[in-house]
């Protein structure tokens, strides 16, 4: 019933097995198929009647059948593991063997005639005169598989020595018991322990593979996902630099004294923005804010009508990515306040900040030209900008940001960071 259990459990899986893995579930419903034979020897075994005397000659073949059987199997399982390890394996092995098990074979069909192996007085067992060469040409199947594996010793890991090890020592015990005691299956218990030892520490193997690869596609993700920041990051600093040297340019154009002030802001604003750009972890809002008025000067100094700022900032005291709100900020006059075809009247940038269900909620509202959200994600364009800061608030703080934008009304930008991401 173990073996079965076993067996039933492996089955459904059995397509996904490795061959390694099909040659041990192969051996496994061998011994199950000789531990069932076996019992109906002895159950069978002196019965009298017509039924009784089939039935013990029947299982009686199957268990030698069988057992020739599991040992061309053993001895695939020994040539396998020489073969993964880059060993040598002679030309003609396998024929051999095939052909020392099919003697072994005929040899039983015959002697169910002849009585060499064995034969039946009264339905009994009784052992015939070539009983060795019956009980031990198995095992002298397993000498030539076994000399190759010592042959490339030096080849193959210490697991798979010990594992082969325990297994002939515990057969060949078996089989010298076998024949010197009579009435007990000393054969099954030895192979049948043998397999157990073997499967236990395949398993044992396969789980700790299967750790080590976790592991690695732990580590292979989190090289992805700090490659992704970097990349972000080398993104940003350029972006910066080109929008607000171009504010600067503006400027001298039109008004020395402000481009100087500009220039004076630009510094401080360089700084801030390259100090927080170099570091890995999270910054403080108010630090992100300093960004977001260092920005919000060089446009006013530029445009010193074009739109007024709003700041509703009843949360401060909570962390967010790098960059991850300035952006928002540059996007809602660039695109939205100053954008093509903006609705007359003078521009309102709203900035907020709550605290609501548990996460810190940061609102950006512009009354600017607005957007058919659902044509923007269908442009074909790859929106950077956005994108970025969606992945960085996922990545970083599992937070969210949704867009909300309706043509000639404006656009509302919601950062939603919870809270066990904001005190990161």
């Known amino acids: 019933m173990f073996y079965l259990f076993i067996l039933y459990s492996s089955f459904f899986g059995f397509k996904k097995l490795d061959r390694q893995q099909r040659v041990t579930i192969a051996m496994m419903g061998l011994c199950a198929g000789l531990t069932l ?47 993964r390890a880059g060993g040598k394996i002679p030309r003609y092995t396998r024929q051999v063997l095939i052909s020392a098990l099919a003697v072994l074979l005929a040899l039983l069909v015959i002697s169910q005639f002849t009585g060499w192996d064995y034969s039946f007085d009264q339905n009994r067992y009784v052992r015939g005169p070539l009983i060795v060469v019956a009980m031990g040409g198995g095992v002298a199947c397993l000498l030539l598989p076994l000399g190759i594996f010592i ?8 697991g798979s020595v010990t594992l082969v090890s325990a297994l002939l020592i515990l057969c060949a015990a078996a089989a010298l018991l076998q024949l010197q005691f009579y009435g007990f299956s000393f054969t099954n218990i030895g192979i049948s322990m043998g397999i157990m030892v073997i499967s236990s520490s395949r398993n044992r193997k396969r789980n700790q593979m299967l750790i080590r690869q976790q592991a690695l596609l732990e580590q292979q993700a989190q090289d992805l996902q700090q490659a992704q920041l970097s990349l972000m990051r080398s993104q940003i600093k350029p972006h910066f630099l080109f929008n607000s040297l171009a504010v600067i340019r503006s400027l001298c154009q039109e008004d020395a004294g402000r481009a100087v002030k500009a220039i004076d802001s630009f510094s401080m604003f360089l700084r801030r923005s390259i100090n927080v750009l170099d570091r890995e972890q999270l910054i403080s809002f108010r630090e992100e804010l300093e960004l977001v008025n260092s920005y919000l000067f060089l446009e006013q100094a530029r445009f010193p009508d074009a739109f007024d700022v709003e700041l509703d900032l009843d949360e401060e005291d909570f962390m967010v990515p790098a960059l991850s709100i300035q952006p928002l900020v540059e996007n809602a006059i660039k695109h939205g306040i100053r954008g093509r075809g903006a609705v007359p009247g003078k521009g309102r940038l709203y900035i907020g900040t709550e605290y609501l269900d548990d996460a810190y909620v940061i609102t950006i509202q512009d009354n600017g030209i607005g957007f058919d959200l659902e044509a923007v994600l269908n442009d074909g364009k790859q929106h950077t900008g956005m994108n970025n800061v969606r992945l960085r608030l996922q990545l970083l703080v599992n937070g969210r940001l949704d867009v909300l934008s309706m043509p000639g009304k404006g656009t509302t930008i919601t950062v939603t960071i919870p809270l066990l991401g904001a005190e990161s």
Do not use: E
């Open 37 to 83: 034979v076996d019992s109906g020897v002895w159950f069978f075994d002196g019965r009298a009647g017509t039924p009784a005397a089939f039935m013990v000659r029947l299982c009686n073949f199957l268990l030698y059948g069988i057992q020739y059987v599991l040992v061309g199997t053993v001895a695939q399982a020994l040539l396998d593991m020489v073969h």
């Open 151 to 158: 042959a490339n010793l030096k080849k193959l890991d210490r």
